[in-house]
């Protein structure tokens, strides 16, 4: 059975720190990764996606990938309140051609 | 742009009834995916459709099916509703199939089986 694993947290940081989210996944084939954020009530929405190992960066958002570790991870800079929410890593099933999702880590910013 | 549209957003069944839930995919978005979301699980692949055509299914029982109009627009069905059933649909659309297109996500539809 293909698994990710994140920690469920919660996570808190102060606002203005780094938040460091991590996420692991068992299937070596896996190509696709991606952070999807979810507000508390809301559905999810994709805010990274990475597909070679190294680092990307969008804005406040830095992806990176280890392949070799089976690991992804998602940095979050200058952390601000409304970065609270729940941030969920997916990893492509492989021949299985879905999406499957961690069970997300719950991130607190404390004003 | 309209988003995702998944209705209705709030259902209340009993064990044993079925029920059907709909998605209208943002326009122009030709794959449609459906997720059950729970607390202890999280979200989980229920199937996704292409063209009309189901190209993928997660491990769910035979009481979960769906389809997907000419339109786009998904259905997804649940029949014999089991207590353990009570969870948050998401419905996704993208432009195409492959993991290549971003999955959008509807509001859901909450379903409380007693």
């Known amino acids: 059975q293909k698994e990710v694993e994140q920690n469920s947290g919660p996570l808190s940081v102060p606002e203005g720190a780094i938040a460091s989210l991590n996420c692991t996944y068992s299937d070596r084939v896996s190509q696709s990764f991606f952070w999807y954020r979810q507000y508390s009530g809301k559905s999810p929405e994709l805010i990274m996606s990475?597909?070679?190992?190294g680092d990307k960066e969008d804005g406040r958002f830095t992806a990176q990938l280890n392949k070799a570790s089976q690991y992804v991870s998602l940095l979050i800079r200058d952390s601000q309140p409304s970065d609270s929410a729940t941030y969920l890593c997916a990893v492509d099933g492989g021949s299985q051609g879905n999406l499957i999702f961690g069970k997300g880590t719950k991130l607190s910013v404390k004003p | 742009k309209a988003g995702v549209t998944q209705t209705p957003r709030y259902l209340i069944k009993t064990r044993g009834q079925q029920v059907t839930l709909s998605c209208s995919p943002i326009?122009?978005?030709?794959?449609v995916s459906w997720y059950q979301q729970t607390p202890g699980q999280g979200l989980q692949f229920l199937f996704e459709?292409?063209?009309?055509?189901?190209?993928n299914k997660g491990n769910f029982p035979g009481r979960f099916s769906g389809r997907q109009f000419s339109n786009s627009r998904s259905e997804m069905n649940v029949s014999t509703l089991e207590l353990g059933d009570s969870a948050l649909y998401l419905c996704?659309?993208?432009?195409?199939?492959?993991?290549?297109?971003?999955?959008?996500f509807g509001n859901g539809t909450r379903l409380t089986v007693t």
């Open positions: 996704a659309s993208s432009l195409d199939a492959g993991l290549d297109s971003p999955l959008h």
């Open positions: 326009s122009g978005h030709r794959s």
């Open positions: 459709y292409f063209s009309e055509t189901q190209r």
């Open positions: 990475i597909y070679s190992n």
